[in-house]
């Protein structure tokens, strides 16, 4: 444990010292000298940010109730306490019993955003656990890694010990169990690595390595150990009403992101949107029955006294049995004041039932996100809606008393024009109009229309893995036309940082070459990349021209159909055909259905079984 007298002192000079200090109602802490496998799950952010994080709740009651196995949280000191921590010489520890995080077996690391990576870099070095994987022994824990990043691993192969492709309640036990025999036998650290890639999912870096040709492009990945697969298979979890989820939640001392009981409906979408990596890498579309939801909501608000209840998926109108869930929800708690929210609604599955039973509670703004300003490019995208169902649905909200509305774009969209962005103005404009040409007597509240603009970052495994992403040039004339098109108080136009979307793009789509240039990132100062007030570009370039990283080879080049991609020795289930033949579909602006209408021959039914599959 750390010097607790230290501790008090660092306390009393922070900002919200509630992040640092534990003991929250549901948090569970063991004796770790009575455990055999200690594990730190490690959020690479602020407590407000990962305390926000379904995963984190998940996994951690998962392992707690293993009578061997703890579990603790550590998340990312805020620059004021790492200052404090410094100062004093205290290292980065656990909130349950505030133990440095170098005395544990596992320290696991969720991989939610690309930019979170010189965080693990910091966390590792508070730690006082070696950056470079080749440089830990037997005294330092494994760090191991997972989460949607996970699916491009190579940019952190070097400092990462073993990444976990895809959905974690099974495999980490696994894990956790080999470590348990492992350390009865007091093997060596590669005998334990070796033993883990076996099982299916598990990816250990240290075990390939990767030729390139002379233009920079990957030669080929060659497992350099006998017995590792060529292949790495994502695990999924195929059926979640057996799946675990935990009862309770930890419910924290101060505001964090989402002050809710999240209830996970579904996993996987059947909508094929060519931008969307989570809906290509969570294939197949796994339900909850309404029966364990309705019992996992009830355990769940009586346990945490939260009053909003959030059906969370990649697209929550979806649910084939949605309003009657969301009716038997309201009937049940409608007297106790709890609402019922969806984090964002699809415009052609919108419901007036659904929102007249989800407003009964209280009214919250609605988010919808049609991500491009015209037909044309929504089908390039294979968006699926049109203008009609967005003035329909927009309608339909202003009539039943809402008057906050936010709408996602995406600019930068393969294909783009300028008639496709000044398509986002237009639609702000229609819909404050449809408000408006409502009589005033029915006009209710203040109208506040949000359109919000995110630069496109082509990712793994979609259909748009092989575009180049627009410049930071092209991405600021394209912010600046909008921002001078879009003069009207009651509407407002948020946009993303190009700077930080370019570097996103780089580190999505690298290869292993890249760590040393995120390393050098770190050196100069970088952390908290995500935050605007931190993020330091300037610094990332000096670091990408130090370690002679072309940013524009990444971000910006279009790739060919037969290059070997640094990510290509997963094995999501949705085949490389398929997403060719996506990106073709895209080029003629072709639509491909809703696979829950037919089977699109995606792959994920020859590769898993389980849900519409």
Same mark, same amino acid.
């Given at each position: 444990? /750390?010097? #607790? ?11 919200? !010292? ?27 952010? $602020?407590?407000?940010?990962? #305390? ?5 709740? @998940? ?21 004021? #306490?790492? %200052? ?15 133990? !440095? ?122 497992? @350099? ?35 809710? @009981? ?60 949605? !309003? ?40 919250? &703004? ?39 509305? +936010?709408?996602?774009?995406? /600019? ?5 024009? %300028? ?8 639609? &702000? ?76 793009? $780089? ?8 760590? +040393? ?97």
């Amino acid at each position: 444990m /750390i010097d #607790m007298d230290k501790f008090d002192k660092v306390l009393r000079k922070v900002e919200k !010292p509630a992040r640092y200090i534990g003991m929250e109602k549901n948090s569970v802490k063991k004796d770790l000298n009575k455990v055999k496998v200690k594990f730190a799950f490690a959020f690479p952010d $602020i407590y407000e940010v990962g #305390m926000s994080h379904l995963g984190l709740h @998940i996994l951690y009651n998962l392992i707690n109730e293993g009578e061997d196995f703890a579990c603790e949280r550590v998340f990312a000191p805020w620059v004021d #306490m790492e %200052e404090e921590m410094i100062k004093e010489g205290i290292p980065l520890f656990s909130l349950e019993n505030r133990e !440095p995080v170098k005395n544990f077996d596992f320290v696991g690391f969720t991989l939610q955003y690309e930019m979170s990576y010189t965080n693990i870099i910091n966390m590792l070095h508070l730690g006082e656990i070696p950056i470079l994987s080749k440089y830990r022994d037997e005294n330092d824990p494994f760090v191991i890694a997972g989460g949607p990043c996970a699916y491009n691993p190579e940019p952190i192969a070097d400092i990462i010990d073993l990444f976990v492709i895809g959905e974690g309640e099974e495999v980490i036990l696994e894990i956790l169990e080999a470590y348990k025999e492992f350390k009865n036998r007091k093997g060596e650290r590669k005998e334990f690595l070796k033993e883990v890639s076996k099982i299916e999912g598990v990816y250990v870096p240290e075990f390939y390595q990767v030729r390139y040709n002379e233009d920079g492009t990957i030669k080929a990945m060659e497992a @350099i150990v006998e017995g590792v697969p060529k292949t790495i298979k994502k695990r999924i979890i195929r059926d979640l009403d057996k799946a675990y989820f935990p009862e309770k939640l930890i419910v924290p001392y101060i505001e964090t992101v989402h002050d809710r @009981i999240p209830l996970e409906i579904f996993r996987g979408c059947t909508r094929g949107c060519r931008f969307c990596q989570a809906g290509m890498i969570y294939r197949p579309v796994r339900e909850k029955s309404i029966g364990r939801l309705l019992e996992l909501a009830e355990e769940l608000q009586k346990n945490t006294g939260y009053e909003d209840i959030s059906l969370t998926s990649l697209s929550s109108c979806d649910y084939s049995e949605l !309003p009657l869930l969301i009716s038997k929800l309201m009937d049940r708690y409608e007297d106790k004041k709890v609402g019922v929210s969806l984090p964002s609604l699809r415009l052609d599955s919108f419901s007036i039932d659904v929102l007249k039973e989800i407003q009964k509670v209280r009214k919250t &703004g609605l988010t919808f996100a049609p991500e491009a300003g015209s037909q044309r490019l929504r089908d390039v995208i294979n968006k699926g809606v049109t203008e009609e169902d967005l003035i329909n649905a927009v309608g339909y909200a202003f009539k039943e008393g809402w008057s906050n509305i +936010k709408l996602y774009f995406m /600019i930068g969209l393969p294909t783009e024009t %300028e008639e496709d962005l000044l398509g986002i103005r237009d639609l &702000g404009y229609k819909v404050k109009d449809i408000f408006f040409r409502l009589p005033k007597e029915k006009r209710q509240g203040n109208l506040k229309v949000t359109l919000s603009a995110s630069c496109f970052v082509p990712k793994p495994f979609t259909p748009f893995q092989w575009v180049g992403q627009d410049s930071i040039e092209s991405f600021n004339k394209k912010i600046d036309l909008l921002k001078k098109n879009i003069r009207d108080r009651k509407i407002v136009f948020n946009y993303h940082d190009p700077k930080l979307s370019y570097l996103e793009a $780089i580190i999505a789509r690298g290869d292993r070459r890249l760590g +040393k240039a995120i390393i050098k990132a770190w050196e100069k100062g970088c952390k908290f990349d995500g935050w605007s007030e931190k993020f330091k570009y300037d610094k990332w370039i000096e670091a990408f021209n130090e370690t002679g990283i072309d940013g524009d080879f990444f971000a910006l080049r279009e790739r060919e159909i037969d290059e070997v991609l640094p990510w290509d020795f997963i094995n999501t289930g949705v085949t490389k055909e398929y997403l060719i033949k996506e990106y073709e579909k895209a080029k003629g602006e072709e639509l491909t259905r809703d696979c829950r209408l037919g089977c699109t021959n995606c792959g994920i039914n020859r590769n898993f079984t389980g849900g519409v599959c």
